[in-house]
């Protein structure tokens, strides 16, 4: 620790899993003053040793300082942990999993115990937290005045990006990230699925896999720029009917292959459904406004 601690603004963690672990190490290499708890004492003692003081409650966690970072399992874990805490005057950042309806209401119960509220969702496992060059981040929301006040402190594990006052959009954003790597995790699934039985190497497939993936990505900003202007026939390369026309290729490989096509069924079906209402010509874009209910 080279950097004088008292010009470190104190941190409190409550939560002390691989997450919360990862993050007290960067604030304690970095010279901020910890404060510690974890519902199982024991997972606390090793950073004991690294300079963290480790709070006998989550209440004596709260009280020792005005900045206090949350890491725990779910929403419900949260509600136990802060129940009977003090938090008038406190800056309270809940980087817990959670969907944008608990992180708007969390955002709400501490604003009526007198708490300054910031939520986050973290892009980034444990392994990426403390290394900048490992692109992990951390998306924030809530009161712009409490995000520039500790963005320095907030900036030690992971970089960060605020994405607006209300409180609901990091874990809204955390979410559909999560969701469109989730899809991608799913078609790679299904293409390891489709040579699985062939001679094939995984491994030789796999660079070809991730290179292609790559190179589709920047599709993603045509959509968004056609659902900002409302006309999904601009830019369109494949059409719509040209693609569904493509479907049944897919279709006949997989069964050729002895592969189940449930991975891509439901993504079809959509782009049936969309061109049944007569927008051959467009993108894809459309689809989306059929999961939108």
Known sequence: MTQNTAEKTPVTLLGLGAMGT????????????LTVWNRTPARAAALATEGARIAESAAAAVAA???IIVCLLDDASVEEALAGTDLAGRDLVNLTTSTPAQARARAEWARQRGARYLDGGIMAVPPMIGVPEAGGYVFYSGSP????????????PAGTTYVGEDASFAALHDVALLSAMYGMFAGAAHAFALIRKEDI???????????????????????????????????VVSTLAMQVAGTPTFLNTAEQQG????LLTPYFELMRRRLAEGSGEEDLTGVIDLLVR
Do not use: C, I
């Not at 920047?218 to 959509?223: I, L, R, S």
């Not at 592969?259 to 449930?262: G, K, M, T, Y």
């Open 259 to 262: 592969v189940s096509p449930e």
């Open 65 to 67: 300082n005005h900045l």
């Open 201 to 235: 190497d995984p491994a030789a497939l796999a660079p070809l896999l991730a290179d292609w993936l790559v190179a589709m990505a920047p599709a993603v900003h045509q959509t968004a720029d056609q659902l900002r202007s409302g006309d999904y026939t601009k830019g």
């Open 145 to 156: 005045e409490l995000f520039e006040r500790h963005r320095e402190t907030l900036a030690v």
């Open 22 to 33: 990862a993050l007290a190490r960067t604030w304690l290499a970095a010279g901020h003053p």
